[in-house]
């Protein structure tokens, strides 16, 4: 280990140990006990304090020009306007290691050292400018920025379907979490898991199994509409996907989508048809504060839900949405009514509002022309006998 490597660790493992110890009151003390140690001040270009959950900088240890700004987006130093897709800050503060990577922005080439401080849920960013060392024997700088995106998102990226992966899941859900609570505004979280995979895979084998994960991902990947959207692969088998800014009835209409785009794919192999199916289970978050996997598992119980109620009833749902033309909602509360479910119990098992649950009653007794509870659960029966 170089010297200025090993000096920066040992201040490092001193901050912690100030911290552990004496609890320091603000960030002030940290700034003083790393610049204490002149040589970093040598080492790095920029020194900062962001929080990686919010992508905020709370304070810039050394660095100038205008994209250092104490609460400017952390990301902003980079010029391109979007949340990092490799973080690695937000990956030393989950991990709590220390995590370093290379980045560059429309100028200049970085090393970006990421030291996670998670008793103050901060992590303290190391910058050094080493364009000049990159550049020389006249390399041309978009060959290189080429070489290091390629490396950057090949640590976030699904090398079989080419979407995000687990890693990326984890790193930026937080983030969308915060955003959903701290700007009032709907996220949207669907989860989609392609049935019957041990079937496809033990009948087929692995690689005609992995081509229908191929065909399920190239299907889903022209779903994210806006800049914050987006889709990863989960798991192995699952995806998810998330997206900003959409009512109720915009998420329904998404799944049916969802269901007509893939169960309707056409694949085979070896001249055998391979019959593709999904369950799509989603959680609307908004103005609240749950873990990323509170999230995901909120998403994962309405598959569940819909794989109960499906179960040995597959033409029940078909005719309830073809004949009234329900909702994807509607359709799964007509479902747990037939189920003898209250409104109160709907609203836990689908995780949504009790006057929600009253909204869609109502429009199910607006489209099957009926005036109460009882009518509508004995019409619902009638049609699908």
């Known amino acids: 280990m170089c010297q200025g490597s090993a000096g920066i660790l040992s201040v490092i493992v001193r901050v912690q140990k100030c911290m552990d110890g004496s609890k320091m009151e603000n960030l002030d003390s940290i700034e003083k006990m790393i610049l204490d140690f002149n040589f970093i001040e040598n080492l790095y270009e920029s020194i900062r304090l962001v929080n990686p959950i919010e992508k905020k900088v709370y304070k810039i240890m050394k660095g100038s020009g205008n994209l250092l700004k104490v609460n400017d987006n952390c990301y902003d130093f980079w010029q391109n306007n979007i949340v990092c897709e490799n973080c690695i800050s937000m990956r030393a503060y989950n991990q709590n ?8 922005n429309e100028t200049n080439i970085y090393i970006m050292t990421a030291v996670p401080l998670r008793n103050y849920n901060v992590v303290l960013e190391l910058m050094q400018n080493v364009s000049s060392d990159y550049l020389e024997n006249d390399q041309k700088f978009d060959d290189i ?3 290091i995106r390629k490396q950057n998102l090949s640590i976030v990226k699904n090398a079989l379907t080419s979407l995000y ?6 790193e930026r859900l937080p983030h969308d979490i915060a955003i959903s609570y701290r700007e009032n505004v709907n996220v949207s979280l669907f989860i989609i898991k392609i049935k019957d995979m041990d079937y496809i895979n ?8 992995n081509q229908v994960i191929k065909e399920v991902s190239k299907a889903l990947k022209g779903l994210p509409r806006r800049e914050k959207d987006w889709i990863s692969t989960y ?23 969802i269901y007509e785009r893939i169960n309707g794919l056409d694949f085979s192999s070896n001249d055998i048809p391979v019959k593709i199916e999904v369950g799509v289970g989603y959680h609307i978050l908004k103005d609240k504060l749950i873990t990323p996997e509170q999230f995901i598992e909120n998403a994962k119980e309405m598959i569940k839900v819909e794989n109960k109620l499906e179960r040995n009833d597959t033409t029940r749902p078909q005719k309830l949405t073809q004949k009234y033309s329900l909702t994807y909602r ?3 509360i007509a479902l747990l009514l037939l189920k003898g479910m ?3 119990e709907i609203a836990d098992a689908l995780y949504i509002g009790l006057s929600t649950v009253k909204k869609h009653v109502s429009s ?10 009882t009518e509508l659960v004995a019409k619902l029966n009638n049609e699908t006998l």
């Open 97 to 104: 290691k220390i995590y370093t990577k290379i980045e560059y």
């Open 145 to 147: 920025i080429k070489l």
């Open 165 to 170: 992966n687990d890693q990326f899941i984890f």
């Open 202 to 209: 033990n009948t087929h084998g692995y690689l005609v199994g």
């Open 235 to 257: 798991r192995g088998v699952r995806f998810i996907l998330l997206m900003y800014g959409l009512n109720e009835n915009q998420v329904g209409r998404i799944c049916n989508y």
């Open 330 to 332: 509607e359709k799964e």
């Open 342 to 344: 209250s409104n109160t």
């Open 364 to 373: 199910l007794f607006i489209k099957t022309e009926v005036k109460s509870r």
